[in-house]
């Protein structure tokens, strides 16, 4: 089969890990005579240095007519002090609503081989595997009014029912398909967007009856998180926090640079988003050291959501695992005995493919 893949790499360690992520996919195209056809685009700081706009609208049209979207990271801290319209990562939420891609998968689950990676004991952390469902289009992210003036800066936190109820039906399925196990994160002791949330998620419940709900705040979730992790499977929360429970999570499992996510939309033909869910590190770009694990695994969801390539996801998956396995490891990843690097990782990935 032939597929448009349209490539970000966007900025810093972006570009070291879309690049093993892509000859990956490569890889996995060889093997099973697909045919993937990669175009890569300017997004973030890259692009406003080169065109003056964090998201050029040739790289939204071009993203908009792949059959998926595979990007690195974007952000600088050159950029900090631009205005809100040129920052790179307005672009990156420009580029989240111009897909339509409301719902965001961030799965953390913890490699065995991985154990002493992670910050907590042992005890605690094994078995820990579970999948945040953050919305991704809405919340304060996107709320109206906002703004800032030398004496004030406010955001909105606003959710309609629809839009809950579509993130929300997105993780009643997943949940269906693990271990049917629901936490609906919220902070509804206090907003009344929260109580909106909570409303229509219990509403939304009755469609899935094998599916245990349950309803939490979002501060003792951040703290159930460190104290028992196993305790989740899904957790479907509003876009706010999720993004900080999702970095959260990553670190249970040795490394934010681990760690994938997929964005989605509900439409049968919306073009999915995947990138991992760390930063752009430009302190450590280009050094070869960055960890291509968490964008490679992207590159999996990818091959699982937007092309339906199960078979082809598992391997790229299973890859993945066996190198670990192996001891192999960047240097994020301490209790590894065999350090390698960006492309060293990559090419004992793919080294996997080919063999199995
Ligand atoms: C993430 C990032 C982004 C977010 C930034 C870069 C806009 O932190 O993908 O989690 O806050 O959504
Ligand atoms: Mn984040």
Not at 1 to 18: A, Q, R
Not at 25 to 50: N, P, R, W, Y
Not at 182 to 194: G, Y
Not at 285 to 293: D, L, S
Request: with cysteine; aromatic share 6%.
């Amino acid at each position: 089969m032939n597929y448009k893949i349209t490539v970000l790499p966007g900025d810093g360690i972006g570009v070291d890990v879309t690049r093993e992520a892509v000859v990956c996919l490569q890889t996995i195209a060889t093997k099973f005579g697909h045919d993937f056809v990669f175009e890569s685009h300017l997004m973030g700081g890259c692009a406003l240095d080169k065109v003056g706009v964090p998201l050029p609208d040739e790289t939204l049209k071009a993203a908009q007519a792949s059959d998926a979207v595979l990007l690195g990271a974007v952000g600088g801290p050159q950029y900090d002090n631009n205005p809100p319209r040129l920052k790179p990562e307005t672009g990156l939420l420009a580029l989240r609503a111009g897909l339509g891609v409301f719902a965001n998968l961030r799965p953390a689950f913890l490699h065995e081989t991985l154990i002493d990676a992670s910050p907590l004991k042992p005890e605690i952390v094994r078995g820990t595997d579970l999948l945040i469902v953050r919305e991704l289009m809405g919340g304060a992210y996107f709320g109206q009014p906002r703004g800032v003036d030398d004496e004030r800066g406010w955001n909105t936190m606003a959710y309609t029912v629809p839009e809950v109820e579509r993130v929300a039906r997105v993780a009643f399925e997943a949940a269906r398909l693990r271990r049917k196990k629901l936490h609906s994160i919220d902070k509804a002791n206090v907003l009344e967007s929260s109580q909106l949330w909570r409303k229509v998620v219990v509403r939304l419940a009755a469609e899935y009856p094998d599916v245990e709900l349950h309803h939490g705040y979002v501060d003792a979730c951040a703290m159930q998180l460190v104290m028992r992790p196993t305790d989740y499977d899904v957790i479907v929360t509003e876009n706010l926090f999720g993004d900080i429970l999702s970095d959260e999570a990553s670190v249970l499992t040795g490394s934010i640079g681990l760690l994938p996510s997929a964005s989605i939309g509900g439409k049968a033909n919306a073009v999915g988003l995947y990138e991992p869910i760390h930063g752009s590190a430009p302190d450590i770009a280009g050094k070869g050291i960055a960890n291509p694990i968490g964008t490679i695994a992207s590159a999996a969801l990818l091959l699982r959501y937007s092309l339906k390539l199960e078979k082809e996801a598992r391997l790229l998956e299973d890859a993945i695992t066996a190198t670990l396995k192996s001891g192999y490891g960047t240097p994020d990843l301490k209790s590894q005995p065999n350090r390698v690097t960006t492309t060293q990782m990559g090419d004992l990935i793919r080294k996997y493919i080919g063999t199995h």
